[in-house]
T-cell receptor, first 113, second 113 residues
Framework: NAGVTQTPKFQVLKTGQSMTLQCAQD?????MSWYRQDPGMGLRLIHY???????DQGEVPNGYNVSRSTTEDFPLRLLSAAPSQTSVYFC???FGQGVNEQFFGPGTRLTVL | AQSVAQPEDQVNVAEGNPLTVKCTYS??????LFWYVQYPNRGLQFLLK??????LVKGSYGFEAEFNKSQTSFHLKKPSALVSDSALYFC???????????FGSGTKLNVKP
């Protein structure tokens, strides 16, 4: 199993550009989530999904969109990037819902100029 | 509102000595508590969790954590630290909506030989 994979590993954007961060898992996990990690602030939940076709907002959803058309994939879209979105982004998945351990991807380091 | 506090940005300990990384939480209802570890340029890895039952939880790599409901704490401990334990440690909680996780700001553990 590859586990949780994320692409790209690094990305530089200009303000106003759009892009999609890809996340995939091959463990048949129902629950998937996106976090951003900023120095001194830990991880903050952006969006999460409890199954295909079901998504909901986390703690910091503004500026980000998600969709979940399949169990395996959970892309994160930035429609109009802003410097405040410079961060490291992690995708995670778990079997079932909140009581279970999450498996994290390796992260995407995004810089918005 | 749910929140997690890790009061120490950094903990320094000598190899072979016991270590404690502190975590306190605020959550509505019963908490689900987790500890994760992050090595440089990697995603987070699960260490242990408390859902219910025995207040002392044992996890991976010899780590354990003690749930204290009256003090709303979930401190991570290890009887004898290793240099290889040096990493960034995160406490996380979910409660109320068990699909939403809240992470602390992280504690950097430095174990010196």
């Amino acid at each position: 199993n590859a586990g949780v994979t994320q692409t790209p590993k690094f990305q530089v954007l200009k303000t106003g550009q759009s892009m999609t961060l890809q996340c995939a898992q091959d463990m048949n996990h129902e629950y998937m989530s996106w976090y951003r990690q900023d120095p001194g602030m830990g991880l903050r939940l952006i969006h999460y999904s409890v199954g295909a076709g079901i998504t909901d907002q986390g703690e910091v959803p503004n500026g980000y969109n998600v969709s979940r058309s399949t169990t395996e994939d959970f892309p994160l879209r930035l429609l109009s990037a802003a410097p405040s979105q410079t961060s490291v982004y992690f995708c995670a998945s778990s079997f079932g819902q909140g009581v279970n351990e999450q498996f994290f991807g390796p992260g995407t380091r995004l810089t918005v100029l | 509102a749910q929140s997690v506090a890790q009061p120490e940005d950094q903990v320094n300990v000598a190899e072979g000595n016991p270590l404690t990384v502190k975590c306190t939480y605020s959550v509505s209802g019963n908490p689900y508590l987790f500890w994760y570890v992050q090595y440089p340029n990697r995603g987070l890895q699960f260490l242990l969790k408390y859902i219910t039952g025995d207040n002392l939880v044992k996890g991976s790599y010899g780590f354990e954590a003690e749930f204290n409901k009256s003090q709303t704490s979930f401190h991570l401990k290890k009887p004898s630290a290793l240099v290889s334990d040096s990493a960034l440690y995160f406490c996380a909680v979910s409660g109320g909506n068990f699909n939403k996780f809240y992470f602390g700001s992280g504690t950097k553990l430095n174990v010196k030989p």
